[in-house]
């Protein structure tokens, strides 16, 4: 069973600023298949992010994805006041199963 | 504009049952796998369950869910169901339905609060 593990649990980081979050995987993953949501308080989760590197539609270019193999970024090139909330990595595997990471909050300095 | 609304959660008693239900539209719901993946209070994100295009044989189960949950569909209603059985209060959640497409999660409906508790 593959286990997805994101870090940090928490990034206090300020508007503007730019914002790296790590998700690794205990195996090494198909690329096509690990994705990234964005969580805002009380709301559902978003796509931001498939197969990698590939925005959903509708993200904003500032969100970006990258890695391969067991180690995955997610990258906020500069953040907006939105953008502080929880983002999950998750990845489709054999079973089929999905896994998601434990998530990092992403807070306001 | 794809809408995915669930219904059907509520209080429970431990060891009763529940059916959630998920209603679609915008899109050609015959056509994708569906999922149920659920939320305890101030925790993460849970895989439960997956039921391909077609339904039928077609399910999958997290195993903390096996042999108590089942998945199905309705494609002439546009509906996802998950039956609920035996529930504890470790199944306290929202849960959440959505559409599925290459292994990802690309619409969710807003959620449904199921409460497990005496």
């Known amino acids: 069973e593959i286990v997805l593990t994101q870090s940090p649990g928490t990034l206090s980081l300020s508007p503007g600023e730019r914002a790296t979050l790590s998700c690794r995987a205990s195996?090494?993953?198909?690329?096509?298949?690990l994705a990234w949501y964005q969580q805002r308080p009380g709301r559902a989760p978003r796509l931001l992010i498939y197969g990698v590197s590939s925005r959903a539609t509708g993200i904003p270019d500032r969100f970006s994805g990258s890695g391969s193999g067991t180690d995955f970024t997610l990258t906020i090139s500069r953040l907006e006041p939105e953008d502080f909330a929880v983002y999950y990595c998750?990845?489709?595997?054999?079973?089929?199963?999905?896994?998601f990471g434990q998530g990092t909050k992403l807070e306001i300095k | 504009e794809v809408q995915l609304l669930e219904s059907g959660g509520g209080l429970v008693q431990p060891g009763g049952s529940l059916r959630l239900s998920c209603a679609a539209s915008g899109f050609t719901f015959s056509s994708y796998a569906m999922t149920w993946v659920r939320q305890a209070p101030g925790t993460g994100l849970e895989w439960v369950s997956a039921i391909s295009f077609s339904g039928g044989a077609d399910t999958y189960y997290a195993d903390s869910v096996r042999g108590r949950f089942t998945i199905s569909r309705d494609n002439s209603k546009n509906t996802l169901y998950l039956q609920m059985n035996s529930l504890s209060a470790e199944d306290t959640a929202v849960y959440y339905c959505a559409k599925a497409f290459q292994g990802r999660f690309d619409w969710w409906g807003q959620g449904t609060l199921v409460t497990v508790s005496s």
């Open positions: 998750q990845h489709f595997g054999s079973s089929p199963r999905h896994t």
């Open positions: 195996q090494s993953l198909s690329s096509t298949y």
